[in-house]
């Protein structure tokens, strides 16, 4: 009789490919918000109308607004999407046309892969290259190597694969609760001083400014 096989838990996956938070970058405006009701789909806001300090581009977001999941029945924009690797293409974009002060990353609990629905991509989910997974222990599949790497950009030449690699996400439907939420990410102290009366002590807030782009 054959043995079974053995598969790794999704989170010690993770754990080994180095990765140990999942990441959502937002502007600060929308953190009072985001404190209060927990982390929401686009979707969800607007059926909410809440008001949302949209960092995306239009076009993106109309892209995955249309975008329908196989298997799920729902669009990309009912999901709330978080990264493995925060400091991607999407972050260079966000900090050109916000400034990196005006931003904020919002660090999740691994646990978050736990609730029931999520799903995983290995590319952008809004790309033509992303694959869907509906079973974590589908993990294991990933190119973490990819995921993690540091630029899609070498000796002036943009490797596009790369680039979207970096962006794969963990979607989560409709909404991630506040308990969820480990830590915000900023890039400066003074960055820090605009949120600490709103965060009141009840969020770690870490200063890192290797994350963002100036």
């Not at 985001?34 to 239009?58: H, M, P, Q, W």
């Not at 900090?95 to 990196?100: H, I």
């Not at 736990?114 to 989910?125: P, R, V, W, Y």
């Not at 596009?160 to 939420?181: D, H």
């Amino acid at each position: 009789m054959d043995s079974p096989i053995l598969r790794k838990a999704p989170i010690q996956i993770l754990k080994e490919n180095g990765i140990n938070y999942l990441y959502h970058i937002t502007h600060k405006k929308n953190l009072k918000s985001i404190l209060r009701f927990g982390l929401l789909s686009r979707n969800l806001c607007i059926e909410k109308g809440l008001a949302v300090e949209e960092i995306g581009d239009t076009e993106i977001k109309e892209r995955r607004g249309m975008t329908m999941l196989p298997y799920s029945g729902l669009r990309l924009n009912d999901y709330v999407p978080l990264y493995f690797n925060p400091k991607n293409a999407m972050m260079y974009k966000v900090c050109k046309r916000f400034n990196a002060n005006n931003l904020v990353v919002l660090a999740y609990d691994l646990m978050v892969i736990l609730i029931s629905g999520t799903i995983f991509t290995d590319a952008n989910a809004a790309s033509e290259v992303a694959n869907f997974y509906y079973r974590k222990s589908e993990l294991e599949k990933f190119d973490w190597k990819i995921i993690q790497s540091k630029d899609w950009s070498f000796g002036g030449i943009t490797f596009r694969e790369i680039k979207q690699k970096m962006m794969a996400e963990v979607l989560v439907k409709e909404r991630i609760p506040r308990k969820y939420l480990k830590k915000l990410i900023c890039n400066s102290l003074e960055s820090v001083e605009d949120i600490k009366s709103l965060v009141k002590g009840k969020v770690e807030i870490e200063v890192s400014e290797g994350m963002f782009f100036y």
